[in-house]
T-cell receptor, first 115, second 112 residues
Framework: DTAVSQTPKYLVTQMGNDKSIKCEQN?????MYWYKQDSKKFLKIMFS???????INETVPNRFSPKSPDKAHLNLHINSLELGDSAVYFC??????????????FGPGTRLTVL | DAKTTQPPSMDCAEGRAANLPCNHS???????VYWYRQIHSQGPQYIIH???NNETNEMASLIITEDRKSSTLILPHATLRDTAVYYC?????????????FGGGTRVLVKP
């Protein structure tokens, strides 16, 4: 019973293509996130949705568009992929978007390689 | 959110306690201390968090100094599976958003 799942686990694609990564959580959480971990292993938040509403949008190119069809799913669509988009993308969820004791639970990651 | 400082790496012996320090001297009164870890090729894993009091759960203990300027994560009996990068994060409760800002962390190697 995977709490936060992502598909695909690996994604290899050519520059200029459009691709999507899917995320699902079965924890009943209201808030979901996308993080990017680059080649230097630094993890940075990209987006956060609370109950299908965008609440965090860091400085991310508008080629990246998150979509939340319901609060259990947060997908990430990337247009016109560039070499610099190669990274591991992690989805996460938390019970809600506020409160001090609000742990985030991460998925296994999607390794994106742009050739 | 307050910045944290952690040693870049440390080794510990299997079966012994691992004490991981974190300095957060600019922490504010409404900021929590969180610990996460990332085992190689996996997603980050929540370990524990606290505000003022020491905390313990099935994974670890968190000791926060009285002035809250530093904390220590204790893994009571380290195993080889505890080899990972450990992140200390200080986070303020915001009205909208629950952003975690990860630093470089401490790379912990548990040796047999």
């Amino acid at each position: 019973d995977t709490a936060v799942s992502q598909t695909p686990k690996y994604l290899v694609t050519q520059m200029g293509n459009d691709k999507s990564i899917k995320c699902e959580q079965n924890l009943g959480h209201d808030t979901m996130y996308w993080y990017k971990q680059d080649s230097k292993k630094f993890l940075k938040i990209m987006f956060s949705y609370n109950n299908k509403e965008l609440i965090i949008n860091e400085t991310v190119p508008n080629r990246f568009s998150p979509k939340s069809p319901d609060k259990a799913h947060l997908n990430l669509h990337i247009n016109s992929l560039e070499l610099g988009d190669s990274a591991v993308y992690f989805c996460a969820s938390s019970q809600n978007s506020g409160g001090g004791g609000n742990a985030q639970y991460f998925g296994p990651g999607t390794r994106l390689t742009v050739l | 959110d307050a910045k944290t400082t952690q040693p870049p790496s440390m080794d510990c012996a299997e079966g012994r306690a691992a004490n991981l320090p974190c300095n957060h001297s600019t922490i504010s009164g409404n900021e929590y201390v969180y610990w996460y870890r990332q085992i190689h090729s996996q997603g980050p894993q929540y370990i524990i968090h606290g505000l003022k009091n020491n905390e313990t759960n099935e994974m670890a203990s968190l000791i926060i100094t009285e002035d809250r300027k530093s904390s220590t994560l204790i893994l009571p009996h380290a195993t080889l599976r505890d080899t990972a990068v450990y992140y200390c994060i200080v986070r303020v409760v915001k009205a909208a958003g629950n952003k975690l800002t990860f630093g470089g962390g401490t790379r912990v190697l548990v040796k047999p």
